[in-house]
């Protein structure tokens, strides 16, 4: 399980004095906890799918913040945020590419029929329970709009 990955590696950060490291993995153990409270009493999905839930939210979050710090002339508050996202990174999945993405939403295409834009939410839907895991739904969302017009 991602979540005993993670805590694996927080013991080694910590044996070793990386500090940087250390900070990085128990913020998104933090998370983790974060999620796991605000399901209790609710039927909880794979602990796994979970866990990539909350770390792509992160990467999300981290990308934003980089784009936003250098945009402002702050580097060293950009470069503290790439470190995090090379972490984070490092427990997420192996993300599809573009060419494999399209071929996936022109087979949920086929498969569902859709044609038009009203047939976006069909498509989305199928692309996220059958890849979520491996795709920034955001990039994908532009990808569908452009084959359903």
Known sequence: MIRDTIKAE???????????R???????????????IEMRGKDVPDDDAMVIDVLQKM????????????DGGREELAA???????VIEEFLPQQMSEAETKAAIEQIKAE???????????????LKA????????????????????
């Not at 927080?10 to 940087?20: F, I, Q, R």
């Not at 250390?22 to 796991?36: F, G, H, V, Y």
């Not at 029929?113 to 009203?118: E, Q, R």
């Open 59 to 70: 990467a999300k979050q981290r990308r934003e913040s980089i784009q936003m710090y250098e």
């Open 112 to 126: 569902t029929g859709a044609t038009s834009m009203k047939d976006m939410g069909k498509v989305m839907g199928e």
């Open 22 to 36: 250390t900070a990085a993995l128990r913020l998104i153990s933090a998370k983790i906890k974060d999620r796991d």
């Open 10 to 20: 927080t013991v080694t950060a910590m044996k070793a004095k990386d500090k940087e």
């Open 80 to 86: 503290q945020e790439k470190h995090e996202l090379a």
């Open 130 to 149: 059958r890849h979520g895991t491996q795709l920034d739904m955001g990039r994908a969302s532009g990808w569908v709009k452009e084959s359903l017009s």
